[in-house]
């Protein structure tokens, strides 16, 4: 059979640079830097325009350096009224600059690249099953000032450095592949790319830039090499989302070993309303329209992947920011689009019904982790991965006293997702977890880096469990079932010879399936028994312990 031919979405080679490169053209260099200068005052004047509607102090507590207290000694109404009128008077000549300006870097845009990527002097990893694959989603609201002012954020160049420390600071925990979305802003990230390249080897950046001056919003740094990239537009943006460029971004990761992993990033339709209800609804199915086509391309090519994950901001949840549940939340008419072959990985390890953790069967080894100043009890996994901004009703930047005095307005309101894809054969695992970063930056900071929590998970997969089978004791259980069930993993997973079992037999069904999943299929046939459920639970926990990067298995998977 001829091969057939992959979508013409797809990108093939992809220019390696060493470091972030705006454009390979000098011409289109110049049109963008004469441009973004000419531009600025227009963006100065948006800047102090949208601060008359923002949060006096976005992202900061109560705690004011000298300068700031020098500038609260003039009453905010009198600050007020200054920068209207400075809007007022610079208004139409910065409009004017703005006009060449732009139209300067519309020009500049036509000779940038669809897709970037930096290859740095980072060696590349190579997966171990042992350590599996440590991905996450963020959502780092890198966006130009006057955007950010209204979603009560700081300076995006600063919180670039931050969210670039807090995410390398304890290697252990440093994810081997990083998902950003809103990385709308140039020159931060330019400066996260920078803080990024000492620990990552490829970095994907600047992805499908727009005449406006933004782009998808999506990047991607990754620990294993990168051999392909591609990058698909929604065709039904609206509102000013129209303004960016948003879509489904493809990666192919190498692995090691002839293994391959593809990973997709996404971004959808912002802001509430059923009209922007139905647009995200339809870009799901766009997405899994596409994720399918790949994944046939790739099967009559004879080309297997290891793993196929989907992470990015969905921007739907089961509650709205107020914490205002619906009978039919959008989260499961997103879920009804993307189709059976999607699952959640964050409910491995998360009730379904009110999307906490399973104390019982898990425990948390991403939250704080590097932060081991923190008191126990300030440890516990926030609820949701987005906090109120300046712009809502209710006024609770996180991270801050209010925040965690009204832990309920969060309260299921995660807009952030890790999906595996075609699973059918149950042979990932997950562990994920909402993380926390940052707090310790600086402690004058009351919202967290940005406006959306990180959503981290380890994959593990059969082959990774067999060190942490092997070494369970079937006489430390009681139940007879619970006891029958160890000895079958153990025979499965832990390399352990016939004759330390009992008569049974492999169970053909346990080939090449999760060891969490045959433990979450016992526990569902005995759910009426507490005492077999307890003792699967503690099974399940120490098997899933085994997944924590700082004290689970060891293994490394640089190369």
Not at 63 to 76: A, H, I
Not at 534 to 555: A, Y
């Amino acid at each position: 059979m001829p091969a057939v031919q992959p979508s013409k979405a797809q990108t093939h080679y992809l220019p390696r640079d060493n470091d972030y490169v705006y454009s390979h053209n000098r011409f289109g260099r110049g049109c963008h830097y004469i441009g973004r200068f000419l531009s600025r005052p227009v963006s100065l004047v948006a800047d102090s325009a949208t601060k008359l509607f923002a949060h006096e102090r976005p992202g900061k507590s109560n705690t004011t350096s000298e300068s700031e207290k020098k500038k609260q000694n003039v009453p905010l109404w009198a600050r007020k009224v200054a920068r209207a009128t400075a809007v007022t008077l610079f208004l139409v000549p910065s409009l004017a600059l703005g006009m060449m300006g732009f139209s300067l870097r519309m020009i500049g845009n036509l000779f940038r690249n669809e897709i970037s990527l930096i290859q740095t002097t980072v060696p590349p990893a190579v997966y171990n099953p042992e350590r599996g694959l440590h991905l996450m989603t963020y959502n780092i609201g890198l966006m130009p000032s006057f955007i950010r002012n209204l979603n009560d954020l700081r300076s995006s160049q600063q919180r670039s450095q931050e969210i670039a420390e807090a995410l390398t600071r304890n290697p252990d925990v440093t994810p081997d592949v990083v998902c950003f979305q809103e990385a709308f802003d140039q020159q931060a990230t330019k400066q996260l790319c920078k803080d990024l390249s000492g620990h990552y080897h490829h970095i994907v950046h600047s992805v499908a830039p727009r005449e406006t001056g933004l782009s998808s919003g999506l990047a991607i740094a990754s620990k294993y090499p990168v051999k392909e990239a591609t990058f698909r537009p929604f065709s039904d943006l609206a509102a000013e989302d129209q303004l960016a460029n948003k879509g489904l971004l493809r990666i192919v990761l190498d692995l090691g070993n002839d293994k391959t992993a593809v990973v997709y990033n996404t971004h959808l339709q912002a802001k509430d309303g059923k009209t922007y209800e139905t647009i995200r609804y339809e870009e799901l199915l766009q997405v899994r329209k596409w994720i399918e086509e790949d994944s046939n391309n790739d099967r009559l090519n004879n080309v297997h992947h290891h793993g196929t994950f989907l992470m990015g901001d969905l921007n739907s949840a089961r509650s709205d920011e107020q914490g205002v549940m619906s009978k039919k939340s959008e989260y499961d008419n997103a879920m009804q689009a993307l189709g059976d072959s999607f699952s959640n990985s964050y409910y491995d390890t998360h009730d379904k019904g009110n999307d906490t953790r399973l104390l019982d069967r898990s425990e948390s080894f991403f939250v704080n982790s590097d932060q081991e100043t923190i008191k126990p009890e300030d440890r516990l996994e926030p609820n949701g991965t987005w906090y109120l901004g300046a712009g809502n009703r209710m006024h609770r930047p996180w991270g801050s006293r209010g925040w965690k005095e009204h832990p309920k307005v969060a309260m299921q309101c995660i807009y952030d997702y890790q999906m595996v894809y075609g699973d059918s054969e149950e042979k990932w695992a997950a562990h994920a977890e909402i993380r926390q970063m940052g707090l310790d930056i600086d402690n004058d900071l009351e919202s967290g880096l940005s406006d959306h929590l990180p959503v981290s998970v380890i994959y593990r997969e059969t082959e990774g469990f067999s060190a942490a089978i092997a070494s369970l004791k079937p006489e430390d259980f009681n139940a007879p079932e619970v006891r029958e069930l160890v000895n079958k993993l153990k025979h499965a997973y832990g390399h352990q010879s016939s004759n330390q079992i009992s008569e049974n037999i492999l169970d053909p069904e346990f080939a090449g399936v999760n060891p969490l999943h045959k433990i979450a299929k016992l526990r569902d046939q005995y759910k009426r028994e507490s005492l077999i459920v307890n003792e699967l639970n503690q099974l399940e926990k120490i098997v899933r312990q085994s997944m924590n990067p700082v004290f689970g298995t060891s293994g490394s998977n640089t190369g």
